[in-house]
């Protein structure tokens, strides 16, 4: 279950850059009891005319594991504990007398521990491997993006924004994990172009422009994201805190573009587009 994409996985025999340990506890079984439900039968009229008891167990349980990343030099990298922080509870289905939902519990106690740490391991090492591949993986990311423009068909400026925006989905269809084509690049910058004049054109403090330029500065930032340039998308960001319509986008768009140039940083890269290829992989050195 852990997969660490854009890495090349061995076997145990052979060295790689890095391991990854999976330390999986038992279960431990904090307390077991049975559990008695009382149904009340009634008439048409409402009175009682006898009772029902059912039967449960109910079990109280804890688990723990730890996934431990290192790399070749024996550098620890990550170490995760997973499972729930509380313990958990788990329900018998019910039975008509005591004896036989502590009889059933007694038999099959085995079948149950491994039912729940099966549960718990495939929900445990599925968070453990989005952290894993979230700090040292390359997966592949999807997203729908959609330009902020006017809602209103009344304004001048309705008609062209559309365009770009139309303009703008089917370029950014082209863009795939490996390649960020110069084409599409061309055609990216000609619609940051064309929102780079909005500014001057709807200058006033009318609510109207201030909203027409909040837009501009907004849909220059996104897609300077997506053209891997953090830096004029802080920018834009900054212009987008400083109109005073809303600064919201702005610091979590400017936060979205200095995470991304640590990113850039931390991994020695420019850009998000690039071929991963494996197949010619060597071992690491000792030293």
């Keep these: 279950m852990i997969t660490l994409e854009g890495w090349k996985k061995l076997s145990t025999s052979e060295k790689g850059h890095v391991e ?4 999986l506890n038992d279960i431990n079984i904090v307390s077991s009891q049975v559990s008695e439900r009382i149904e009340i039968v009634k008439d048409k009229e409402g009175k009682e005319t006898g009772r029902k008891n059912f039967y449960k167990m109910i079990v109280v349980y804890r688990w723990k594991g730890r996934v431990i990343m290192s790399d070749y030099k024996k ?4 170490n995760i504990s997973v499972g729930p922080i509380n313990n958990q509870k788990w329900d018998s289905e019910e039975f008509n007398t005591s004896e036989d939902a502590t009889e059933y519990y007694t038999n099959n106690l085995d079948l149950i521990k491994g039912e729940l740490i099966r549960k718990e391991v495939t929900s445990a090492l599925r968070m453990a491997n ?8 390359y997966p592949e990311s999807k997203e729908s993006e959609t330009l902020w423009i006017l809602a209103t068909k009344k304004h001048p400026e309705s008609a062209t924004q559309k365009k770009y925006s139309d303009f703008f989905k089917s370029t950014i269809s082209d863009v795939t994990v490996e390649e960020l084509s110069p084409q599409t690049k061309e055609k990216l910058n000609e619609i940051i172009a064309y929102f780079d004049g909005i500014p001057n054109r709807f200058a006033t403090e009318d609510k109207g422009d201030k909203k027409l330029r909040y837009a501009s500065y907004f849909n220059k930032a996104k897609i300077y994201l997506y053209l891997d340039n953090p830096e004029s998308a802080i920018e834009e960001a900054d212009k987008l805190i400083s109109n005073g319509y809303d600064d919201v986008d702005g610091k979590r768009i400017k936060k979205e573009a200095e995470e991304l140039i640590e990113l850039f940083n931390a991994n020695n890269i ?7 290829d494996t197949s010619s992989a060597t071992p690491p050195l000792d030293n």
């Design 270 to 276: 420019s850009s998000r587009h690039f071929v991963i």
């Design 75 to 78: 550098k620890t990298l990550e």
């Design 20 to 23: 990854i340990k999976i330390i």
């Design 130 to 137: 989005e952290n894993i591949n979230f700090n040292y993986g």
